[in-house]
């Protein structure tokens, strides 16, 4: 026997999975998550008996509830089910699925649309992030049509702009975890930082590799890999996070100069595959780097003199512009962030799981 659960699959920025009202699963973690692992297909590597995309962007799931915060007008915990192993990760924040949490919540009716856009404060439970998300509302009827355009993602959609409210030390202690701008890792220097996502950034010249590799060729270098998660583990570490063998953070991004007119060129790993392009806050917290005097992206990075600054990240399948707000009195102080993504309603209906 099996038995229903209402479910609505969204593509939300360059990342897609679906997404449940928190009322519709199990309040109990684990058996939620043995759902979830269910529902995606997983462990798995082709995930063949789920909705997961054997990929770690499409294997992701949003949860999605009324605020109970002052001032807050939803939560969402973001779960990231991992492909081929039986976990669930709801530490990390995901920027791009995200971006389809205002667009589920007026689709399910939880909320109602405001005026020509909508704009509602989103908490993410993962990390305590808050964030202002608007969409476009026309006649107040949600829309998906429009002209904004995003790499990563086919065709045209309507924007949705989302102003993150405070992303500084999201997971980690604080933006800078370890203390420093820059640390030595087996001769390495690395810069660990969480602006929203904890990464380990490197140049990629560093590793001996051009950073303009193709996300195959990248895939296919089991001696790089190795070198990164080697990194990865002890980067963990020194920035409070333990041991994170089985946690999908950091994320480990190799940067270079820039070599499309943008800001500077990464290949982020998410933590073992080559993104396709980069995350949200992946990008927020690469552009907090391009910023910082004295972290392994100065001298490489091309950052502008204006404040806002738009940081132009470049990735495998295009680019990803962020806008930094600087404090004037400490120009290491990121006061805000803010940028666009694209979402739609993929499907809706019932996901069948087993009745046990």
Avoid: W
């Avoid at 939620?32 to 692992?37: E, G, P, S």
């Avoid at 995200?98 to 439970?125: C, D, I, N, W």
């Avoid at 990164?228 to 409070?240: C, F, P, T, Y």
């Avoid at 992206?297 to 132009?312: E, Y």
């Amino acid at each position: 026997m099996q038995r229903p659960i209402k479910t609505m699959l969204m593509r939300g920025g360059t990342s897609r999975g679906p997404f449940f009202l928190e009322s519709d699963l199990p309040s109990d973690p684990q058996e939620r998550n043995r759902i979830l692992l269910e529902v995606m297909g997983s462990p798995d590597k082709r995930q063949i008996d789920g909705l997961g995309g054997a990929n770690p962007l499409t294997s992701k799931v949003g949860i999605v509830s009324l605020g109970k915060d002052p001032g807050v007008d939803l939560n969402f915990l973001f779960a990231q089910v991992m492909v081929d192993q039986d976990i669930v990760d709801t530490s990390p924040n995901c920027g791009n699925m995200l971006a389809a949490v205002v667009p589920f919540a007026l689709e399910t009716g939880l909320l109602k649309a405001q005026s020509e856009t909508t704009t509602f404060r989103v908490l993410t439970l993962n990390t305590g992030m808050q964030c202002d998300i608007t969409v476009q509302t026309p006649n107040k009827v949600l829309t998906y049509d429009g002209l904004a355009k995003i790499d990563g993602v086919p065709g045209f959609s309507a924007p949705i702009k989302i102003n993150f409210l405070d992303t500084a030390g999201s997971v980690c202690s604080g933006l800078l975890p370890t203390g420093h701008v820059v640390d030595t890792i087996d001769d390495i220097e690395v810069t660990c930082i969480d602006n929203g996502m904890p990464m380990v950034l490197m140049r990629a010249r560093d590793l001996s590799r051009t950073g303009y590799e193709s996300v195959a060729q990248l895939n296919a270098d089991t001696e790089l890999k190795k070198q990164i998660e080697v990194l990865r583990l002890k980067a963990g570490v020194l920035m409070g996070l333990g041991d994170v063998l089985k946690k999908s953070y950091p994320k480990m991004c190799l940067i270079a100069p820039p070599k499309e007119g943008g800001s500077i060129a990464t290949r982020c790993f998410i933590p073992h595959v080559c993104h396709e392009a980069v995350g949200v806050l992946a990008a927020v917290t690469i552009g907090s780097a391009c910023i910082l005097e004295g972290s392994v992206a100065r001298g490489i990075a091309k950052v502008p003199q204006t404040n806002p600054k738009l940081i132009s990240v470049e990735h495998p399948t295009g680019e990803f512009t962020v806008e930094l707000e600087v404090d004037p009195q400490d120009t290491q102080n990121v006061t805000k962030a803010a940028l666009l993504r694209t979402a739609r309603m993929i499907m809706r209906g019932e996901v069948m799981i087993s009745n046990t």
